[in-house]
Nanobody, 119 residues
Framework: QVQLVESGGGLVQPGGSLRLSCAAS????????LAWYRQAPGQARDLVAV???????NYADSVKGRFTISRDNAKNTVFLQMNDLKPEDTAVYYC?????????????WGQGTQVTVSS
């Protein structure tokens, strides 16, 4: 079992930056693929960025060049650095940890943190 707790959300003006953190507890962190998703009101939950257990990263086209995902396995934490924020980035951001072990899928979510981009 993995518990995930996000932090770092808030209100920021367009063009500003925020750094989200997601702290994990309850299990060994390093084997998990980690991701950030976001969900705007009335919209589906969409993948923003993912970092594999080996450190490979991938991003949604809408955030490429502006957002950076990273992980610190020693601190059981995954980060999302968000720069040049736009109003369309406004959403609840969720941390996700996923792995498949012996044919069983393990998938965990945090409670979410609100990011609002507005002047």
């Amino acid at each position: 079992q993995v518990q995930l707790v996000e932090s770092g959300g808030g209100l920021v003006q367009p063009g500003g930056s925020l750094r989200l953190s997601c702290a994990a507890s309850g299990s060994i962190f390093s084997p998990y693929n980690l991701a950030w998703y976001r969900q705007a009101p009335g919209q589906a939950r969409d993948l923003v960025a993912v970092i594999s257990s080996g450190g490979s990263t991938n991003y949604a086209d809408s955030v490429k060049g502006r957002f950076t995902i990273s992980r610190d396995n020693a601190k059981n934490t995954v980060f999302l650095q968000m720069n040049d924020l736009k109003p369309e980035d406004t959403a609840v951001y969720y941390c996700n940890a996923k792995r498949i072990m012996i044919g069983v899928s393990y998938n965990y979510w945090g409670q979410g943190t609100q990011v609002t981009v507005s002047s």
